[in-house]
């Protein structure tokens, strides 16, 4: 399914439910039920692969469950990346190019436990390794998700401060 029909799913007339999976079996389980995406979760994911859920998974785990998953399902994946796994924004964009790669149709990035100003910074870089690379769906579409006691109106001078589940974009 395209990121086109991924987005239009956010747009719907009802509730998008985005279940989470750990692995490919439970992606293809949970596809099997009916579900119309599927989300990963940090901790099962993370601790299906002997991590705990606390921002340090490899980066080359995250994109090989994102292939692995991506590859058994036909639905849109969305990836959640914790903090980016990295205080590094560089890091942390090229890391979201590479889920992209990998088959994700969008991910979600945590505000964690760092400061506002370093999420707006990892949301900028996303956004700019986007535009970079001529990606123009993720680059118009990118949105932080956080929750209410930290609202930012604009990171950087987007002046963005709406608010989701996921950074959805096309494939890179």
């Known amino acids: ?13 009802g509730v998008l439910l985005l279940p989470n999976a ?6 293809r389980l949970i596809e099997s039920l009916g579900a119309k995406a599927i989300a990963t979760t940090s901790a099962g994911l993370a601790w299906s692969r002997g991590y705990s859920d606390d921002n340090i998974l490899p980066d080359e785990q995250l994109v090989s469950a994102t292939r692995e998953i991506a590859r058994v399902i036909r639905v849109p994946l969305t990836v959640d990346m914790e903090g980016g796994y990295s205080e590094d924004p ?27 100003e370093m999420l707006c910074a990892k949301i900028e870089a996303i956004r700019d390794r986007a535009e970079a ?11 932080g998700c956080l929750p209410a006691r930290h609202r930012i109106r604009g990171c950087g001078n987007r002046g963005d401060h709406r608010q989701g589940s996921a950074l959805s974009g096309g494939r890179w």
């Open 1 to 13: 399914m395209s990121t086109q029909e991924f987005r239009s799913l956010h747009q719907g007339p």
């Open 22 to 27: 750990w692995d490919a079996g439970s992606a």
């Open 90 to 116: 560089r890091s942390v964009a090229e890391l979201a190019a590479r889920i992209i790669d990998a088959g994700a149709a969008g991910i979600n990035i945590e505000d964690g436990r760092g400061s506002k």
């Open 133 to 143: 690379l001529r990606c123009r769906p993720l680059h118009q579409h990118t949105y």
